[in-house]
């Protein structure tokens, strides 16, 4: 599993507009969790399952977590399917 950071997490919340307690409704996780993992510096100290729920509720949300490319971690939003 790629691994995700407090950077990640915080970039993608603002992108989708997310407050830490939404992000926590859709990860099933508590707004404590996610308020922890946004204060890591790097890679966040969770549990492998509580970082899947995050990364999950990310993705579903249509976000896409980038990797380091030498200029730093980044987020975007996936592009939506053109209708014809």
């Known amino acids: 599993m790629k691994k995700i950071t407090s950077a990640h997490i915080r970039a ?49 949300a249509g976000v896409e977590l980038l990797d380091d490319n030498g200029a730093g971690v980044g987020v975007r939003l996936k592009k939506k399917p053109r209708r014809t």
């Open 12 to 60: 993608a919340r603002a992108l989708l507009r997310w407050s830490a307690e939404d992000l926590a409704r859709q990860a099933l996780l508590g707004v404590a969790t996610i308020r922890r993992a946004e204060l890591a510096k790097g890679t966040i100290n969770a549990t492998a399952a509580n970082a899947l729920a995050i990364r999950r509720a990310l993705e579903d």
